[in-house]
């Protein structure tokens, strides 16, 4: 039997010592804080899409604005705004660079 509130718990509620919580930091608490700026988003099929995060939801559905496809690392289209279904999402990363800045 085990009591809630034990180390390896994945209740909820807040855990012992952790000072609030504000240490933990999980994946949805990372696509919140990073709404509303540049990333890149990794396809399955090796290309890449950069531009501002507009929304998403719990399936990796992903809208962005001022989205720029690059296949290879080149620049092949610009779209204002673009919706990506989540099944195809690799990965979803924060940019290093601005959009001004170019590739």
Known sequence: MSTGGEKGSTGGGGEKGSGGGSSVKTPADFLKSIRGCPVVVKLNSGV??????????????????????????????????????????????????TLAEGA
């Open 48 to 97: 890449d899409y950069r531009g501002i995060l507009a929304c998403l939801d719990g399936y990796m559905n992903i809208a962005m604005e001022q989205t720029e496809e690059y296949v290879n690392g080149q620049l092949k289209n610009k779209y204002g705004d673009a919706f990506i279904r989540g099944n195809n999402v690799l990965y979803i990363s924060t940019s290093k660079r």
